[in-house]
């Protein structure tokens, strides 16, 4: 089939879109379009700006036998900041609080342009170049986990609560959980961690972060290292967490009927963070009304 | 920020492919790219040819007030077979089978990329038009029902199997699961799922229907009704299942060591079924190797 060149660029950035952090060697879009390495070459010319003023990441060449061209997604400060700003409000609504001081979050957290968002800004904030794998533990923190690994390229573990003997065998650990206090358990089949593998950590919600510890207690006797943690909601207080190399997107405090939720945008890498001190953002003042 | 024509064209296939079945309005890009109406539906022309070209999909254009256009995501057949053929041979690999006849797949399902591959195949082989959200059951659907979800642009909704009183009031039930044939109990938040809802229910694996019978029981106790259904793998005993419209992609037996994996084309809309009977692939002839 014949691809005029407009229709070409558009082509590619479908695919590499659609594929983040995978390499697509030029014979791959030769082929596909039956066009000279020339002509793609200066497509991928194109798409690099399409990718770049949009603000959506970058698409880099790789040199050498394995090279190519992949596409690196990245938010930026602005994107990250009117989306926190939206979700913040969205959560501080009245009608969230539970008894008990919960917060129904799950129709936020559970939607997929939300989670998908979600997994690109884990994906902007940490760093999975030497990644393995992207692990989780059921259920709320799944649908933001698995984003994160979409736009990593990256396999998705998610540990059990529960033992499911279906799954060959497995390795179980208690931990207390900072929710309730309470000792739960947590279990992982033999076979989904490989041995000296890298591995980010992604979950919904941390409060003194044992739940995060206990997964990297998990992680050590599978014989995996933890290299990043992202949690999506962080309490600010106990201000001293069992973890502390995490990002988290949002902070929150809640008070009695008094919620405060705020981006917690000190977490992220330093070029979102410089930006934010010296910038000319209004965060502060959003907050503040 | 000006745009080429080419970047042009390549922005809006980014923007449109990132957020399926979304409505967007002439004015939505005329206003992004600083360009005139003509202009722009001059590029949607180049931008329905990609899709179309690349077997991706439709753009579509809505008139009237709340017009725009939109892109509904669709697999095509090749891809389907492939895609699936792929899935079944990795399957049938004797190393997946599990004492007691399971199989190990959590590797595959939980795989960003093949979750979002199956994603757009129940998208593109049931009748979402009607429906309000995607619903599952923790934890093993719960990447591809999320997957489901973002290609069609719903909710998704995840029952899960303990009862969760941090999600404020909550609706339970027992069902009898297929595999165990154990009484086992699901929960829902009451807010979760409106009244008059219209749903899609999406699960991993289904043996003698029970579980998504037990689902459809719920989504009746909430005054919802279940518009379609999509499994990923179905067994082919019993024959007689207690769900009788559904799709699933994958068909599966397994008789001691011997494990029997095929694609499950004839649930398959009409146009991919009718195809596959007439055309020319040679899907048997591969399942006989």
């Keep these: 089939m014949k691809f005029k060149r407009t229709e070409r660029i558009g082509a590619i950035v479908k695919i590499l879109s659609d594929n983040p952090n995978k390499i697509f060697t030029l014979g791959y879009f030769t082929n596909k379009f039956n066009a000279a390495k020339s002509t793609i070459s200066e497509d991928l010319i194109v798409v690099k ?17 394995a090279g190519g061209v992949k596409y690196i997604p990245k938010t930026s400060k602005a994107e990250n900041e009117e989306f926190l700003m939206e979700l913040c409000q969205k959560i501080s609504d009245e ?4 008894s008990g001081g919960f917060l129904y979050l799950i129709d936020l957290i559970y939607d997929p342009t939300i989670a998908s968002k979600i997994g690109k800004i884990f994906a902007s904030n940490i760093d999975y170049a030497e990644a393995d794998c992207v692990v989780t533990m059921e259920t709320k923190g799944i649908p933001m ?11 998705l573990v998610i540990i059990r609560k529960d033992i499911k003997v279906s799954e060959g ?17 947590m279990s992982l089949p033999r076979r989904a961690v490989k041995p000296n593998s890298k591995v980010i950590l992604i979950d919904d919600f941390m409060r003194g972060g044992g739940t995060i510890k206990g ?9 995996a290292e933890v290299i990043g943690t992202g949690v999506f909601i962080s309490t600010m207080k106990p201000e001293d967490k069992m973890v502390k190399d995490y990002i988290s997107l949002i902070q929150l405090d809640v008070n009695g009927d008094n919620i405060i939720v705020e981006p917690n945008l ?4 330093d070029e979102y963070q410089k930006e934010f ?3 000319d953002c209004d965060i502060e ?3 503040e009304d």
């Design 49 to 65: 700006n399409v990718f770049e003023k949009l603000e959506l990441g970058k698409v880099i060449t790789i040199s050498g036998a």
């Design 95 to 98: 009608s969230r609080v539970l």
């Design 145 to 155: 986990a698995l984003m994160t690994a979409k736009a990593m390229n990256l396999p």
């Design 169 to 185: 065998p497995t390795l179980s650990m208690t931990y207390v959980s900072g929710n309730t206090s309470k000792v739960e358990s």
């Design 215 to 223: 997964m990297t207690d998990l992680m050590s006797e599978f014989g």
């Design 266 to 269: 000190k977490t992220f890498k």
């Design 277 to 279: 001190v010296e910038g």
């Design 285 to 287: 003042e959003i907050i």
